[in-house]
């Protein structure tokens, strides 16, 4: 799997947007990128995922660079329900399949 | 139901124990998944099932031993583990094995041994 790179952490105020860097600069063609997020004490939670066209959805929203080479989480009115660790990765369209979870980033979201 | 539930929260057992974890799912889903998240580091993938065979093992030791006995259920039996072994264990599921697809995950159990 391409390898993906994220600041280890962020730090945004409540009510605000946040921006979610992701690098991932050996991206294949057929690569879809997903971001998931893991709250204190839960499992991961999947937020969204695109391939070549930004995407939006109740939780968040994805921008995708044009070469695909980065992309950008973005959180569109930080709560302080948003604070986790978010992890951006690269999954195949076909074959076996299998998360590989990076170092992530984690966000803290100040009152 | 959009849930995946695990059995149990926690889990003390010593070196010599045998023990089993559980995962349970009910929304159809044909791939089921095990992954150890030691703390402050992310999940790493043990093993993948799809349509109850095992598709993926990621060089787990010997002493887990996965079994999905119907396309709802997935257990990790745990026999001879070592202290190190002590990890948040998740479990999740997904519709297929397809890269489009999302990954639900349970809460996971949290294992300790001594």
């Known amino acids: 799997d391409a390898k993906t790179t994220q600041p280890n952490s962020m730090e945004s105020n409540e009510e605000e947007p946040v921006h979610l860097p992701c690098n991932h600069s050996?991206?294949?063609?057929?690569?879809?990128i997903h971001w998931y997020r893991q709250l204190p004490s839960q499992g991961p939670e999947y937020v969204i995922h695109?391939?070549?066209s930004n995407v939006n959805n109740r939780m968040a929203s994805l921008a995708i660079a044009e070469d695909r080479k980065s992309s950008t989480l973005i959180l569109h009115r930080a709560t302080l329900r948003d604070a986790a660790v978010y992890y951006c990765?690269?999954?195949?369209?076909?074959?076996?399949?299998?998360?590989?979870f990076g170092q992530g980033t984690r966000l803290t979201i100040n009152p | 139901d959009t849930e995946v539930t695990q059995t149990p929260k926690h889990l003390v057992m010593g070196m010599t124990n045998k023990k089993s974890l559980k995962c349970e799912q009910h929304?159809?889903?044909?791939?089921m998944y095990w992954y150890k998240q030691k703390a402050k580091k992310p999940p790493e993938l043990m093993f993948v099932?799809?349509?109850?065979?095992?598709?993926i093992n990621e060089s787990v030791p010997s002493r887990f031993s996965p079994e999905c006995p119907n396309s709802s259920l997935l257990n990790l039996h745990l026999h001879a583990l070592q202290p190190e072994d002590s990890a948040l264990y998740l479990c999740?599921?997904?519709?297929?094995?397809?890269?489009?697809?999302?990954?639900?995950f349970g809460p996971g159990t949290r294992l300790t041994v001594l």
């Open positions: 695109g391939l070549t």
């Open positions: 990765i690269l999954r195949v369209a076909q074959g076996a399949q299998k998360l590989v």
């Open positions: 929304m159809g889903h044909r791939a």
């Open positions: 050996t991206i294949s063609g057929t690569d879809y």
């Open positions: 999740a599921s997904s519709r297929g094995l397809a890269g489009r697809g999302e990954q639900f």
């Open positions: 099932y799809s349509y109850e065979k095992l598709s």
